[in-house]
């Protein structure tokens, strides 16, 4: 389970993202880095920004960008059919959703990578269910698209500007549970804010880790509809909750702001909150 945020149409930026990753404290996976997916590097090559999910076959993210700036984060969307705890366990030869996002960031060049990405896109319904953010950033603004399988295969265009600040988590994006949207409006409070305060891009990332950080005391994962940040909480016997947290910038000038987040983690073979470490990139 994870959780996003993110508006176009704040002043002074084309694009403002934040993000929680919500998974297994066990399942291995690398902090926010310049890489090449494992693929032979030579000098000029393609890079990504991103986490790297270990334990998915044939690699993957959750939450990645490029030096073109095409971004894109995935959620997994929850079957109402099966019981919470099931529905964060993978279906047995399904393949990994963290593969569909790597195929966004991997893909060749293009002026209209989100459309050209739909395009080739056609064994959706192979996956588990999930919402793909697909963004890119260019002259004008940033373009965003939205690819699901859930309850239908689709895929669209995002341009509805009037709403502000938008979010999405793990339903179908016209049913967003209840702290997606307490999460929109605190996003836009949190802008507003900021926006009153006259601070600068340093103080916009640490409000909007506070907005990130919203929680509330959970007995299982049944409560993480109402919980932004998902505290340390077993689940099928293994740790769970909140590990990473991630905002990005970019601003009208295209200049880039990533940083990355530790929330909770095993120490000791026990789930808590972690010393927050933060890994910061400007480019």
């Known amino acids: 389970m994870c959780i996003a945020f993110f508006t176009t149409t704040q002043p002074g930026f084309k694009l403002i993202i934040a993000s929680n990753r919500d998974e297994f404290y066990d399942r291995p996976a690398t902090p926010a880095a310049w890489h090449t997916f494992g693929r032979d590097s030579p000098e000029g090559s393609r890079e990504f920004l991103s986490g790297q999910d270990l334990a998915a076959a044939g690699g993957g993210t959750w939450l990645g960008m490029t030096k073109d700036l095409r971004i894109g984060l995935i959620t997994n969307i929850r079957d109402p059919s099966i019981s919470p705890a099931a529905a964060a366990i993978r279906r047995p030869g399904a393949p990994s959703r963290g593969q569909l996002l790597r195929g ?53 265009i995002l341009d509805d500007k009037s709403r502000g600040a938008h979010g999405i988590s793990n339903t179908p994006i016209e049913k967003p549970w209840p702290k997606v949207v307490d999460g929109e409006k605190g996003m836009g409070e949190t802008l507003a804010e900021w926006g009153k305060a006259g601070e600068g891009e340093d103080e916009l990332v640490q409000r909007l880790f506070r907005l990130l950080r919203r929680s509330t005391e959970i007995k299982s ?29 970019v601003s009208d000038k295209d200049e880039v702001t990533f940083v990355e987040r530790d929330i909770g983690g095993l120490v000791d073979g026990e789930g808590t909150f972690l010393k927050s470490d933060n890994r910061v990139f400007r480019f």
């Open 104 to 156: 966004f960031l991997e893909a060749p060049p293009s002026s209209d990578p989100i459309r050209a990405f739909m395009d080739a896109t056609s064994n959706s319904a192979d996956y588990d269910g999930f919402n793909l953010l697909l963004f890119h950033v260019k002259q004008d603004g940033a373009e965003v698209g939205h690819v699901s399988n859930r309850p239908e295969v689709r895929a669209e």
């Open 221 to 249: 994962i049944a409560d993480a509809p109402q919980c932004t940040c998902i505290p340390p909480v077993i689940l099928s016997d293994s740790w769970y909750g909140t590990r990473v947290s991630t905002v990005i910038l």
